[in-house]
């Protein structure tokens, strides 16, 4: 599934976020959606890291603001939801 032309860049491949922030993200996202959460990005920031992740077969794009030690994960859907 491709990322909304709307969005915040999409970051995958790179990987600078702690695993204690990459483990809350994965964890809150598995526990609001089904079909596989896969990790394919991450950046580190002072203020926040960013995890980027897919999920299911058509690899919905979601982003994921957490402090560093892995507190406070805020999900955001990164896709288009199509025409209303």
Known sequence: MPVASSS???IEGSF???DAAVAACRQQLSAQTTGGVRVV???FSEANSAVYMR????GAPWRCLVSDDGTNPSLMF???EGAL
Do not use: H, L, Y
């Open 16 to 18: 600078g976020a702690s």
């Open 78 to 80: 990164m896709g288009s």
């Open 55 to 58: 999920v299911g077969e058509n």
């Open 41 to 43: 990005g991450s950046e």
């Open 8 to 10: 915040p860049p999409f």
